[in-house]
């Protein structure tokens, strides 16, 4: 379990550029390595800048779109055409815009039952696992942190992970008036990934910042601490103003 990476940036556009960059070499050594990219997204608004400059060259003609899937790494259920939906907004910023294969976008079927969804998306997981996996070790994951110290749709106080716990489950989670009900990834299919990227920007977003990465070490309250990769990468990609409530010391570029 490596030390996060810390990666500071002036302002949310030299923070994208900067990702969108490490996602490209990441999606090239995966495809080289192994035919295939595979990717997690992240709902919420902070994704939004960088999945419009994937959408755009240079980066719309660098990523190998043939060959990369794309799952999320939480939905909200709501339909896929729902203005709440991680899927649509993915969808109108990026997806639409760019060569990848529909039979290779995973999305929560966010119009069903959440017990349902959950369920079906655990097959979905299922059927791109690499042999003896019941769920894919993903190449690239990002992540977002909510104020209230949430990631995807692990909420403050819910039920810390378990070696039993599905791949993925449907939870309830109030945040921000956004649609509670959600399906989320669990933290055992996050840490098994080669790569985690949390993008945070804002001065909103700093005293959750600081609390998760330098507070008492408490999964339970602050469950962006459940997201520790057995063996991957973990980077946080924050600007300057997400950054302002860490100490130096604690800060690797
Ligand atoms: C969601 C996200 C959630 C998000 C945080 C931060 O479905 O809402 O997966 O975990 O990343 O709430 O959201 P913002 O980027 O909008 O601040």
């Known amino acids: ?3 996060p990476t810390i990666q500071i940036f002036p302002d949310q ?14 999606a ?4 080289a390595a192994r035919g295939r990219f595979l990717v997690a997204l992240a709902g919420g608004g902070t994704p939004q800048a960088l999945h419009e400059l994937l959408a755009r060259p240079p980066y719309r003609d660098r990523l190998p779109w043939a060959h990369m899937s794309i799952f999320w790494g939480d939905e909200r259920c709501v339909p896929p055409d ?7 907004q993915a969808q109108r910023a990026l997806l639409d815009k760019v060569p990848v294969p529909v039979e290779t976008v995973h999305r929560v079927r966010g119009e069903w039952q959440p017990g349902a969804a959950a369920e079906d998306y655990v097959e979905q997981l299922r059927e791109v696992a690499e042999p003896g996996r019941t769920w894919p070790r993903f190449d690239w994951i990002f992540l977002g942190l909510g104020g209230d110290g949430h990631t995807a749709s692990l909420f403050p106080g819910s039920p810390l992970p378990t070696p039993q716990d599905a791949a993925a489950i449907a939870v309830t ?28 920007t804002g001065q909103n977003k700093a005293g959750t910042v600081a609390a998760t990465l330098t507070g008492q070490r408490d999964p339970l309250r602050w469950p962006a601490q459940r997201i520790d990769p057995d063996s991957g990468i973990l980077t946080w990609w924050l600007d300057a103003d ?3 409530q860490l100490p130096s010391t604690l800060i690797t570029d």
């Open 173 to 200: 989670g109030d945040y921000q008036g956004r649609p509670a009900q959600r399906v989320t990834l669990t933290p055992k299919v996050f840490n098994s990934a080669r790569a985690v990227a949390f993008l945070v």
């Open 13 to 26: 556009a030299a923070l994208t550029l900067a990702v969108a960059e490490a996602f490209v070499r990441a």
């Open 242 to 244: 997400a950054a302002t």
């Open 28 to 31: 090239e050594q995966a495809v």
């Open 1 to 3: 379990m490596p030390e």
């Open 82 to 88: 729902h203005a709440e939906s991680n899927y649509h």
